[in-house]
């Protein structure tokens, strides 16, 4: 079984700041991770992928997750947020191969504050 | 990276009327896709896997008399909301791999459908 959880469903930083949106996984086979980012009414982008190749992992508009097994993290990270990555992120958990549904946490609403 | 898209983008209907919404792949042909519901500040949950050529596998209590889907080629799928409630409102989004290509192990997104029954 797969699933995933988000901590904190929302999260307000200020324009420049560290962003950190959180993600811990739990599955029963070698996991593939990813992070979504949804703006208001429109459908989902990926932002990055985790696919048992590095452990760090750089995505789009500057963001970067980090795998650790260890911890079974697979955390968000931006070093200077930005206004426009105001919106929904989503982590996500697959199986092996894209034909595996998505198992989505339950979202972090980023907020960024000028 | 592959363009997967629906129709409509948005729809208003009344109480007891169906609504079909299309998700295509517009550049990869896809024998799998998955229909998601998304409810008002809630995460995605998936509803059902829809197969070309072949039925559709229903998610735990959803009801597949109520969602009808439709996988007749490579590159549509269709999902038919039948008598819709008011409570059917929700956002509905569909997504397909391109197993094909180096992306395999990525999901590709519609942009949604916004379904308000009246």
């Known amino acids: 079984a797969q699933s995933v959880t988000q901590l904190g469903s929302h999260v307000s930083v200020s324009e420049g700041a560290l962003v950190l949106l959180r993600c811990n996984y739990s599955s029963s086979v070698p996991p593939y991770l990813f992070w979504y980012v949804q703006y208001p009414n429109q459908g989902l982008q990926l932002l990055l992928k985790?696919?048992?190749?590095?452990?760090l992992v750089k995505g789009i508009n500057g963001f970067e997750a980090e795998f650790k097994k260890s911890e079974t993290s697979f955390h968000l990270t931006k070093p200077s947020a930005h206004m426009s990555d105001a919106a929904e992120y989503f982590c996500a958990v697959s199986g092996k191969t894209g034909a595996n549904n998505l198992f989505f946490g339950t979202g972090t609403r980023l907020t960024v504050i000028p | 990276g592959a363009v997967v898209s629906q129709h409509p983008s948005r729809v208003i209907c009344k109480s007891g009327t169906s609504v079909k919404i299309e998700c295509r792949s517009l550049?990869?042909?896809?024998?799998?896709m998955f229909w998601y519901r998304q409810f008002p500040k809630q995460s995605l949950m998936l509803m059902a896997t829809s197969n070309e050529g072949s039925k559709a596998t229903y998610e735990q209590g959803v009801e597949k008399d109520k969602f009808l889907i439709n996988h007749a080629s490579l590159t549509l799928s269709t999902l038919t909301v039948t008598s819709a409630h008011p409570e059917d409102s929700s956002f509905y989004i569909c997504?397909?791999?391109?197993?094909?290509?180096?992306?395999?192990?990525?999901?590709?997104f519609g942009p949604g459908t916004r379904l308000t029954v009246l």
């Open positions: 997504s397909a791999p391109d197993v094909t290509s180096r992306s395999y192990n990525e999901q590709f």
């Open positions: 550049d990869f042909q896809a024998t799998t």
């Open positions: 985790y696919t048992s190749a590095a452990t």
